[in-house]
């Protein structure tokens, strides 16, 4: 088993920043890819970034393009999503998710993931 605990969102004012966590716990995850996706209210939950498990290869969404970083650090158990330049329309809130398969490529369909954080909410106030 798998446990993802989120961390660091919360309220920020549109242009700013935040940096949230994913720390995982029971299994290492350094072989699998992991995934940020968000979730605002009255929509789908969209894929927002992924990255490998060696960290070399990523990917975001458009909307998140230029804005957001996605990195780990595999000696901590951990992902973060850096998001710069925060507009209203990235309120939601965002989960990480560990890929099914472990040396599998970052995939942006959620189903491509099987354990799942809780998640942490972002609002950007405008």
């Known amino acids: 088993q798998v446990q993802l605990v989120e961390s660091g969102g919360g309220l920020v004012q549109a242009g700013g920043s935040l940096r949230l966590s994913c720390v995982a716990s029971g299994r290492t995850i350094s072989t699998y890819a992991m995934g940020w996706f968000r979730q605002a209210p009255g929509k789908e939950r969209e894929f927002v970034g992924a990255?490998?498990?060696?960290?070399?290869?990523?990917y975001y969404a458009e909307s998140v393009k230029g804005r957001f970083t996605i990195s780990r650090d595999n000696a901590k158990n951990t992902v973060y999503l850096q998001m710069n330049s925060l507009k209203s329309e990235d309120t939601a809130i965002y989960y990480c998710?560990?890929?099914?398969?472990?040396?599998?490529?970052?995939?942006?369909?959620?189903?491509?993931?099987?354990?799942w954080g809780q998640g942490t909410q972002v609002t950007v106030s405008s």
């Open positions: 990255i490998s498990g060696g960290g070399s290869t990523k």
């Open positions: 998710a560990r890929s099914r398969e472990s040396f599998r490529r970052p995939d942006t369909g959620s189903g491509s993931y099987d354990y």
